[in-house]
Structures are given as C-alpha cells and as structure tokens.
C-alpha cells in the first residue's frame, strides 16, 4: 500500500476511534451524577415524639415506622444523663439503633433493639478531636458498619462497627471508631444521613448560614469512593441537591432534623420543625421521591 493512502487510512481509522468513545462517554452516566427528589406529601410530625429522627424497619415484615423525640427519651436514660436521642437507623436485618448524647463528659452511646426485642447499650469513648454529639446513625446496606456524624462546620464523618449487628462489637466494650469518611467540602449542622446505595448517602443539613452551598438547611447527596469496611478511609462528594421545604403558619427559624430512606417503596422522609408556636401545630416530615 503507498504511503499516502496509508497515511489517509490512519486518519480515517484515528477518527472513528475518537468518535465512538466520544459516543460511549457522552451516553456514560457521570460517576455520581446528582438525584432530583420531588415533594410528594406530608405528614404533622408530633413535636414530644417525632421531632428529631425517624427509620423504618424492615423486620418483622410490616413493623412501622419509629420516631424518636425527647417524649421518647426512657426515664431510666435520661435519670443517668442521656437526655438526647437523635435520628435512628435499622440494618437491614432488622436491628433498631438510636443514638443518644449527654450533656458533657467523655461518651455518647448507642442503644441497640435486636430482631427479638432485647435492648442493649454500647458506649463509645470519645477520640481525640471528637465532638460529644450524637446526632444520628446510620447503617450501610451490608450491615456490618455504621456512619454518624458531628455537630457544627465538619468535613469528615465517622465510621463504627455497627453495635449489635457487627461481631467485633459488645455491650461490655468500648464501641471503637474504625475509619473516617473523608469529605471534599465541608458540611454544617448535619441532623441525620441515611443510604440509599452501598455507596450513596442523603442527609439533611440545618445550616442556618447558607454560606457552603448557597442554600440554607439544604437536602445534601455524599458519594462514596468505596462503601465503608472500617478498615481504611474513603472519601465523599458532597452535592447540595436541594433546599428542604420550609413551610409553616409562623415565620422564623426552621430546624431541620432526620432523614430516612426506605428502599421498598423509594420514599425519601425528613422532619422540619416549625418556628415558633407553630412547632406545636405544623412541624411536618414530609416525604419525597426521586424525579
């Protein structure tokens, strides 16, 4: 062949390969391509016992959804100091977990219903640099980790063996953190995550500045690089995908609070208590879905 026309050929051959993987990547979705949640309804959320968190629960077939608030709150916890709960989760097989705080001191803990109705506590000591909150768990999909957070302007969360459900973990240790989920932006005031993949995460955010992502109180999607093992660090995209809806008879300041996913029916649901003299009448959990 002259190598003129093999020249030609070349360049003929060079532009077909660019254009199909042009092709392939255009019709590729992006590696963590934002989810649009739309309002579908909502529900009044009772201002004593669903006002910070909310899961639902798979097993048994049928459980309904649990609430927390400090009407929840057991006396026997709050006589010994744990006055706060926060926004609950459920592994898949069906244990209930709820995260509660004290006022000071060194711990936070987690109490833990099994599938058979047994409750039992797993204290975690704090790690250095850790805040005392406890503002909520979540489970990953395969069960054996758990994620929770921290109050204020953090740009991590952590990672558990997931109390109850992992074999590492028991009553009568210490609930050691794992690993840590590296964040590449900051989030602020994080009331509760919850996954809705292996290696996705929605969590409501009650930011009251608006300065990291435009928006007050906003729904936020974190994409994992990998899904949690607790045994080495991953790191997380942060997309604000929307603000949280805000409505309610009084004006003033919202607080955002849980967040829950339920896989069966692709419902997302989030608490947002009403300002003023409206959190008594119109604090609501309303629910969304994907599109």
């Known amino acids: 062949m002259p190598l ?21 990547l255009s019709s590729a979705p992006p590696a963590s391509a934002a989810d649009t949640w739309t309002e579908v309804g909502s529900d009044r959320a ?20 649990r609430y927390t608030g400090i009407g929840t709150v ?20 069906g244990h209930y977990i709820e995260p509660y705080q004290r006022d000071s001191g060194t711990t936070k803990m987690f109490r833990v219903q099994s599938p058979d109705g047994t409750w039992s506590e797993y204290v975690h000591t704090l790690s250095s640099g850790e805040v005392l909150n406890n503002s909520w768990a979540a489970v990953s999909p395969g069960g054996q980790w758990m994620l929770s957070g921290e109050w204020g302007t953090m740009n991590r969360l952590l990672v558990f063996p997931t109390p109850g459900v992992n074999p590492s973990t028991s009553p009568s240790a210490n609930l050691p953190q794992a690993s840590t989920v590296r964040l590449d932006h900051d989030v602020r005031d994080v009331q509760g995550c919850d ?23 906003p729904l936020l999607q974190i994409d994992l690089s990998a899904e949690p093992n607790g045994t080495a660090d991953v790191t997380g995209r942060v997309t604000a995908l929307r603000q949280l809806p805000l409505r309610s ?20 649901r989030v608490i947002v208590v009403s300002p003023g003299f409206c959190v008594l009448t119109d604090s609501k959990t309303y629910r969304l879905t994907r599109g």
């Open 249 to 268: 008879s009084c004006t003033g300041s919202f607080e955002a609070e849980g967040i829950d996913y339920d896989r069966r029916t692709g419902t997302l």
């Open 4 to 24: 003129r026309a093999r020249r030609r050929r070349r360049t003929v051959l060079a532009t077909l390969v660019s254009l199909t993987a042009a092709t392939l």
């Open 74 to 93: 057991p006396l026997a916890l709050s006589s010994r100091g744990w006055n706060h709960v926060g926004d609950p989760d459920a592994s898949y097989d």
């Open 46 to 65: 009772d201002p004593l016992t669903e006002s910070q968190g909310l899961a639902s629960v798979e097993v048994p077939a049928g459980a309904a959804n």
């Open 195 to 217: 996954f809705v993949s292996a290696t996705r995460l929605l969590c409501s955010s009650d930011d009251p500045a608006g300065t990291l992502f435009g928006i007050t109180k």
